[in-house]
């Protein structure tokens, strides 16, 4: 059972990524998936949220990213994905997706029994 996100790299400021969130050993239309990133001394953030596809599949983004990013699942490859466009060099952070029950907004509410993948690092320079 694992959670990979991948997709990370160094772009510059205005450039676009996606990031893929990709699991095995379970079905992740089950469960609701957030991305959450997070900078060297600061707390990790929730990014953005995507209910489960059981439930009404909604989706939901901080102020911060609201107009930018895009989550959306595909769920014939069990991946959801982050698609992040007009990057700003704030966006710089290792960025983890996870599973958990649902979405609070774009904060996934998560247990110690859900999964997160390993995190992949962005770098957006000016």
């Known amino acids: 059972v694992q959670l990979q996100a991948s997709g990370g790299g160094s772009v510059k400021t205005g450039d676009s990524l996606r990031l893929s969130c990709a699991a095995s050993?379970?079905?992740?239309?089950?469960?609701?998936i957030g991305w959450f990133r997070q900078t060297p001394g600061k707390e990790r953030e929730g990014v953005s949220c995507i209910s489960s596809s059981s439930s009404d599949g909604n989706t939901y983004y901080a102020d911060s990213v609201k107009g930018r990013f895009i989550i959306s699942r595909d769920n014939a490859k069990n991946t959801v994905y982050l698609q992040m466009n007009s990057l700003k060099p704030e966006d710089t952070a290792v960025y983890y997706c996870a599973t958990g029950p649902f979405c609070k907004t774009w904060m996934l509410h998560t247990t110690e029994r859900d999964y997160w993948g390993q995190g992949t690092l962005v770098t957006v320079s000016s």
């Open positions: 050993g379970f079905t992740l239309r089950d469960y609701a």
